[in-house]
C-alpha cells in the first residue's frame, strides 16, 4: 500500500502535451499521472458515475465524489500507476459510501463491491462511458422488471424510467393519485422481493 | 411507509432524500428504488459545473496542503500544470486550475494574454465588490471614488481562494489574513510577511468591464 503514504509532492513528469478532454484521455494499468489534475480529470466521471449507481440521488452523488476526492487526492503520491489509483479510488469511495448510509439510514443499502468492479472493467481508459458496475445495471433493471406483474411494471416504468408524476402516471394508468401511490409502493416491495432472489453479485442468468 | 414514500419521490423528481430509520423491508425497497433510478436513460453523468467546481475546489485544498513555500510550488506548479505551457503561467492559473470543460488554450491566446469580460461597469455601484471568476483568475472588482480597480481573489500566502468580509476586505479563510479592497495586507498572524494582491488590468469596453488575463510570464 505504497499509495497511502503521505508523500510530499514531488517533482512529477512535465504533462508534456495540451490538455485534452477527459474523454480522449488514453492511460494503461502500468502508466502513471502527471499531475493531481489529470487523476481528477480522468477519474471523476467514473466515481461520480458509480455514486449515481448506488445513490440515485445527484446532490448525495455529488457530496460523495467530492469526499472520495477530497480524502484520496491529498495522500495519494503522483507516481502511484494507473492502476494503483484507480484501486485506492474505489477503496475510498466504498468507505465513504458506507458511511454514508451509516451515516443516513443507519443500514447498508447498497454498497461497492471491489472484486466485481474488478471483473467488470478490466480496462481503465476504455471510452465505453459507462462507469464500473454499472454496465449491467440498466439490464439488470429490465430483467427485474420483466419479472413483475404488468400492473407494477407499468407503475415503476413510467416514475423510474421515464420521470412521469404521480398524476401523470395516474392520469396514463386511469388510476386516482392515492392508487397510484400505493400501487407503486407495493410494486417497489414485490420487486425487493425478488431482487432479494437475485442479488446484483450474482452473475446474470439465461 | 411514508418516510419510505418520501424518499423515493426525492430520488424520483432528483432532490436529496431525508434520512430515517430504515427497517430491513425498507431496505431492500430502497435498494430496488435506486437500481431503477439509475437506470433512467441519460441520468448518470456528473454536470459539467460539478465537475468544474469541484476541480477548483481540490486545487484549493491541494494548495493548502502543500508544505513548500510558495515561490517554488508555483514554479513546480508551472511544471506539471494542466496547461503544459509548463514555466511562467500565471501564477493564479495555476493555483485555481483552468476549468475542466473548457481547455486553457482554446480560451487565451498564448503568449499575449487576453481580454476577460467580468461585468457591466453600471452593476458595480460606488463601495460595490463584486467577485469574479475569469480565464481561470479569480478576482474582486471594486469601484473606489468612481474609480474601478481589480486585484487578484488568491491569497498571496498559500493560494486560498479570498472571500469578502465585513464588505470592505479581502479575508483568506485558510490562515485568517486580511487585505484591503486595494490588495494591501491588514493582518496576518504568519511567521514570515505576505505581499500584496497583485492588481489586475483592467479596462472599459462598451460599458463592459473587462480584466486582462496574463499567459505568458507574467
Known amino acids: 500500500m505504497r499509495y497511502w503514504k503521505s508523500a510530499r509532492r514531488g517533482t512529477a513528469e512535465p504533462a508534456g502535451d495540451e490538455p485534452e478532454p477527459r474523454a480522449r484521455l488514453h492511460l494503461v494499468h502500468g502508466e502513471t499521472y502527471a499531475n493531481w489534475e489529470a487523476i481528477y480529470l480522468h477519474n ?36 502511484a500507476t494507473v492502476g494503483e489509483v484507480r484501486a485506492y479510488l474505489l477503496a475510498t469511495a466504498r468507505t465513504v459510501l458506507a458511511a454514508h448510509w451509516r451515516r443516513t439510514l443507519g443500514r447498508e443499502i447498497t454498497s461497492i463491491d471491489l472484486e466485481l468492479l474488478a471483473d467488470n472493467d478490466p480496462a481503465p481508459g476504455a471510452e465505453s462511458g459507462v462507469a464500473p458496475g454499472t454496465g449491467g445495471s440498466e439490464r439488470r433493471a429490465e430483467r427485474l422488471l420483466a419479472a413483475l406483474p404488468e400492473r407494477y411494471r407499468r407503475v415503476l416504468e413510467l416514475r423510474f424510467l421515464h420521470s412521469y408524476t404521480i398524476k401523470q402516471t ?3 394508468l386511469g388510476l386516482s393519485v392515492g392508487n397510484v401511490k400505493v400501487l407503486q409502493h407495493r410494486a417497489l416491495r414485490r420487486a425487493a422481493e425478488l431482487d432479494r432472489d437475485d442479488p446484483p453479485a450474482q452473475a446474470p442468468q439465461g | 411507509m411514508r418516510r419510505l414514500h418520501r424518499f423515493v419521490e426525492k430520488l424520483l423528481n432528483g432532490g436529496r432524500p431525508r434520512p430515517f430509520p430504515a427497517d430491513d423491508a425498507d431496505a431492500d425497497a430502497l435498494r430496488v428504488a435506486i437500481e ?29 496542503a502543500a508544505p513548500v513555500p510558495v ?54 455601484a460606488e463601495g460595490a465588490v463584486h467577485g469574479f471568476s475569469a480565464g481561470g483568475v479569480d478576482g474582486f472588482l471594486t469601484r473606489d471614488g468612481g474609480r474601478l480597480r481589480a486585484v487578484s481573489g488568491t491569497c498571496t500566502h498559500q493560494g486560498c481562494r479570498l472571500g469578502v468580509h465585513e464588505r470592505t476586505k479581502l479575508r483568506c479563510p485558510c490562515h485568517g489574513a486580511l487585505f484591503a479592497l486595494d490588495g494591501e495586507v491588514l493582518y496576518h498572524r504568519l511567521k514570515a510577511p505576505i505581499p500584496a494582491l497583485p492588481r489586475l488590468a483592467i479596462r472599459q469596453r462598451n460599458g463592459v468591464v473587462e480584466v486582462f488575463v496574463p499567459q505568458g510570464p507574467a
Request: hydrophobic content about 50%; overall charge positive; aromatic content about 4%.
Open chain 1, 44 to 79: 471523476v466521471d467514473r466515481i461520480y458515475r458509480l455514486m449515481f449507481s448506488k445513490v440515485g440521488n445527484r446532490p448525495d452523488a455529488e457530496d460523495l465524489t467530492a469526499e472520495v476526492f477530497l480524502t484520496a487526492l491529498r495522500p495519494l503520491r503522483v507516481s
Open chain 2, 36 to 64: 431503477l433510478r439509475a437506470a433512467r436513460p441519460g441520468s448518470g453523468a456528473p454536470r459539467e459545473e460539478f465537475i468544474a467546481g469541484l476541480h477548483r475546489r481540490l486545487a484549493r485544498d491541494q494548495a493548502d
Open chain 2, 71 to 124: 515561490r517554488r510550488r508555483i514554479l513546480v506548479g508551472g511544471a506539471v500544470g494542466a496547461a503544459g505551457a509548463a514555466a511562467g503561467v500565471f501564477a493564479d492559473r495555476m493555483i485555481v486550475g483552468p476549468p475542466a470543460a473548457v481547455p486553457a488554450a482554446e480560451r487565451l491566446t498564448p503568449d499575449i494574454g487576453a481580454w476577460h469580460p467580468v461585468v457591466n461597469a453600471a452593476d458595480v
Open chain 1, 170 to 172: 395516474a392520469a396514463e
